[in-house]
């Protein structure tokens, strides 16, 4: 692998601004300054550091994240009014993470974070059909004629209405909580259908999308990377 690649890679910056990184010393390859950016190197095998910064010690091509989001942040890599999801991940060098898809700044719930464009494409690709699945709970409770209008498609506004659903109702706590299970990504899509059966959502929470399940000891904020299992439950 070319230097330059590497290092772009680990989201360092534009070609140019890596060569000029070069040229002012700020990398070692092996504790030798390189002067030139189009070097081949094996980051299994050679050691690179950049500005005092050990690039090589964890280096992967692509990383994976299960991130619990909480409230109040909003699913963006960068925002000049509101914290994002990136700003609770230590991402160090690495600024080519991004959150697949979105969730709403008031939802709660299960969202991957990656450098893997490929299979945030796959997830997000509505000829895939990936599920996803939410727990709702609802200002009121819900009827069996509501459930089937859900299940069949709702006209939310769009060209077209929702494609049918899946759902189940869980009582939680003495509260029954409606599950629906769709495969969109429409915007603010659950709460939409919700005001078409006259309802309202007042909380909501993403736990699984396609194999993958919320982790249940990570609390809102809290991000752990995804095991291999639950990778290849998404591949």
């Known amino acids: 692998m070319r230097l330059?690649?590497?290092?772009?890679?680990?989201?360092?910056?534009?070609?140019?601004?890596?060569?000029?990184?070069?040229?002012?010393?700020?990398?070692?390859?092996?504790?030798?300054?390189?002067?030139?950016?189009?070097i081949n190197i094996?980051?299994?095998?050679?050691?690179?550091?950049?500005?005092?910064?050990?690039?090589?010690?964890?280096?992967?091509?692509?990383?994976?994240?299960?991130?619990?989001?909480?409230?109040?942040?909003?699913?963006a890599t960068r925002d000049n009014h509101d914290e994002t999801v990136l700003d609770l991940i230590d991402v160090g060098f690495d600024n080519n993470l991004a959150p697949v898809g979105r969730l709403d700044k008031d939802t709660e719930g299960?969202?991957?974070?990656?450098?893997?464009?490929?299979?945030?494409?796959?997830?997000?690709?509505?000829?895939?059909?990936?599920?996803?699945?939410?727990e709702v709970h609802t200002r009121d409770p819900l009827s069996d004629k509501d459930i089937k209008k859900l299940e069949e498609g709702v006209d939310i506004g769009d060209d077209e209405p929702t494609l049918p659903a899946k759902s189940f109702i869980e009582n939680t706590d003495g509260e029954d909580v409606l599950h629906l299970i769709i495969h969109e990504g429409r915007f603010h899509q659950v709460k939409r259908m919700l005001e078409a059966v006259g309802n309202e959502v007042v909380f909501l929470r993403?736990?699984?999308?396609?194999?993958?399940?919320?982790?249940?000891?990570?609390?809102?904020?809290?991000?752990?990377?995804?095991?291999?299992?639950?990778?290849?439950?998404?591949?």
């Open 4 to 38: 330059d690649k590497f290092l772009g890679s680990c989201g360092l910056g534009s070609r140019k601004q890596l060569k000029e990184y070069v040229k002012n010393g700020m990398v070692t390859v092996d504790g030798e300054v390189v002067s030139k950016s189009d």
């Open 206 to 235: 993403r736990i699984r999308m396609g194999g993958l399940v919320l982790d249940p000891d990570l609390k809102p904020g809290e991000y752990r990377e995804l095991s291999d299992e639950e990778l290849k439950l998404l591949k």
């Open 42 to 75: 094996d980051p299994a095998k050679n050691e690179i550091i950049f500005s005092g910064e050990n690039l090589t010690e964890n280096y992967k091509e692509f990383r994976y994240y299960l991130l619990n989001k909480p409230q109040g942040v909003v699913s």
């Open 110 to 134: 299960l969202l991957i974070i990656t450098n893997d464009g490929k299979l945030a494409h796959k997830l997000l690709s509505p000829k895939k059909h990936v599920e996803k699945e939410y």
